[in-house]
């Protein structure tokens, strides 16, 4: 029912398909998910006449369902292992992932972007990742319905991959799930609040349900929240605290800035978490929001994963079971009768008619987990190579500060024994003052970039000093146009010392 082919530049070998019966593969296994890069493992023989023929990041591979005439699989080749087994039988075995990993291929470019839609900054993101990329692996940028209250963003741009930085920057702020699709003309990235549809084939009991079992996780369960909107810029120009004060429900919610569901209270307890929304200043929309994300938030998330006849295979159901969609899944003995969504979805390409369905709730695993620690860990060896840089900085202005007041001292000297200078040497000093009053700009320049690295004072005694020099700059530059009027006297002798 799977055709499986490999692609070569171009050129295209069959490994397995139904009919030739010498070109199979051992195994193959298709794992799809919604926001995630999907996967395709095989294992290989050597009589295979593609065995020596796949090549990891460069040689391409497609699943073909014959049945449907849909690719349930489009990618290319990862990680190889090669082994024998205790029979002296070599074989080989890859990883493939989905044309979703391409964007891990292209680094963004660091940016300031504001007053844009999110499908306009989701265009630079993949405008950055086609500067990157070859043209195989370019993207245009398809349906994007995902929004926020305002339709616009203020985000910056570092140096993260294109993928990592399309969640961090989009799905995991606004939501919405994104997906890659192949046409023609090669392939879209839609931003979509939802994937999938509503279809009528029943999962059920006795007719194609073999078995299921239940996942539960009750720690994310919140029943009271506190809504946060947007920051409030502190009155205290000495304020250090690496904390700000946000936008609070008070005002419009009695007193209190957060919300209750009393029913789940009734039956867990209080559990309290706080939520943010960066783009909301109203305190009544940001007690919309919060009232909104509470009733979706404050339940026990349950997920089942099910073993089910795709009956669809041998014409006795209308719709093949596909990740997005959500089907009625009956099961009278646990009291399930429920329409639910497939999550994730394992395709046996050997054994077609039992695949594994995930529905309800994504629960994370811990390799979810040790993802976001990672992310965490990232983030702070960037913020320590930024405090080294501004560390710098402050060094360079110390000294610039220093060899200012050397200077000055220098020429304050000279000018004192200005007596035998000729105009030539007064026109040196003058130079001398013209270099001092250029590294003053520098290094206000400097103190300027220190915003939210230095305290308050340490910014104004800085500014102060540089402030002084600068006033000792333009009492010398009077003091200059008097001693070379002088001077210019004396060389022409006409006048004394007066």
Known sequence: MYKVTLINDGVETVIHHPSFNKTKIKNGVIKQGINQVDSFSFTILPNNPGYDLIHPMSTLIDVLNLQTNKYDFRGRVLTPTSKMNENGVFHKS????SKMGFMNDSAQRHGEYH????????????????????????????EVNVTNSTDNVYRYL?????????FDKLVDRLGGEIRIR????????????????AKSTEIRLSKNLKSIELEVDPSQIITRLIPLGSTIESEDESATDASQARITIESVNNGLDYIDDTA??????????SHVWDDINSPSILKTRGQQFLSSNNRVRMQYVITALDLSLIGLDTDQFEVGNDYPVINPVMGIDARLRVVSKTIDIINPNQNDLVFGDRLKKASDYQNET????????????TVVTQSRKIGSLTVELETTKKS???????????EGSTTEGMAAITEAILIIDNAINNLNEIVSGLQGVITVEEKQQMQQAIAKNASDILAMNDQIISLTNRVDKLEKGGGGNG
């Open 408 to 418: 000055l001292q220098q020429t304050q000297e000279n000018m004192n024994n200005f």
């Open 115 to 142: 007053n844009m839609t999110p499908r306009n900054f989701l265009q630079v993101i993949i405008n950055n990742h086609n500067k990157d990329v070859s043209k195989n692996k370019q993207i245009k940028l398809g």
């Open 158 to 166: 570092g140096y993260d991959s294109t993928l990592d930085t399309i």
């Open 264 to 273: 789940a209270i009734e039956k867990f307890g209080i559990f309290a978490k």
């Open 182 to 197: 192949e046409e023609r003309d090669g392939l879209y990235l839609d931003y979509l609040t939802k994937i999938g549809s």
């Open 94 to 97: 890859f990883l493939c992932e």
């Open 374 to 385: 990672n992310k965490v860990q990232s983030n702070v060896l960037n913020l320590q190579s």
